[in-house]
């Protein structure tokens, strides 16, 4: 059990009702698992089971916060915030994070582009991997549809970064691009 003032409680249960349990603590450690870097995932809207996926995995992982994003060639629609933030609580509890990740939206992308801060666009074949990226402690990982950004999109951000010369799924882009991007920034 986690206790709200970051330690990791292990406790007896000695009596169990149907209204009512009771334990007795008999340990208690430190927890700390929340990264240090702040780290956000502004994923294209996708359809349910992948955005679903990115939303528990990256959660599990350390994701600070989420922003879906209605892109160009998005082909899911329709929103779903409180089963999204019900799956990130989910994950946050398995996971033993003491915060869960807010996710908003669906916005559009100029939208999103407008309201956060240091925002890199995950892209295929961009010049420069993330992991060699000299950015600030907390960004913003901007993750595309299954049909990757329009030109117009690609137009919006300044700074673009790849994972590498494989093509990835976006759910599988999500997660890679926050792993290396929270493992930069220990």
Do not use: Y
Not at 63 to 88: H, P, Y
Request: charged letters at 25%.
């Amino acid at each position: 059990m986690v206790d709200p003032n970051g330690f990791l409680l292990t406790v007896r249960l000695d009596k169990i009702s149907d209204d009512r349990v009771e334990g007795t603590v008999v340990a208690e450690r430190e927890h700390n698992p929340e990264p240090i870097a702040r780290i956000t995932i502004a994923i294209a809207q996708l359809p349910a089971p992948a955005l679903e996926l990115v939303l528990s995995r990256c959660t599990e992982a350390g994701a600070f916060a989420f922003q879906v994003m209605q892109a160009d060639r998005s082909v899911a629609r329709g929103a779903k915030l409180e089963r999204w933030n019900t799956i990130c609580r989910e994950a946050a509890m398995l996971a033993g994070r003491l915060r869960v990740p807010p996710v908003a939206g669906p916005s559009t992308i100029d939208e999103v582009v407008a309201m956060v801060e240091n925002p890199v666009m995950l892209v295929r074949g961009a010049q420069d991997d993330l992991a060699d990226l000299d950015q600030p402690r907390d960004l913003t990982l901007m993750v595309g549809p299954e049909g990757g950004w329009s030109d117009r999109e690609l137009a919006l951000v300044e700074t673009k970064a790849g994972l590498g010369p494989r093509n990835l799924r976006a759910d599988t882009a999500a997660l890679v691009g926050l792993a290396v991007a929270l493992a930069r920034r220990r």
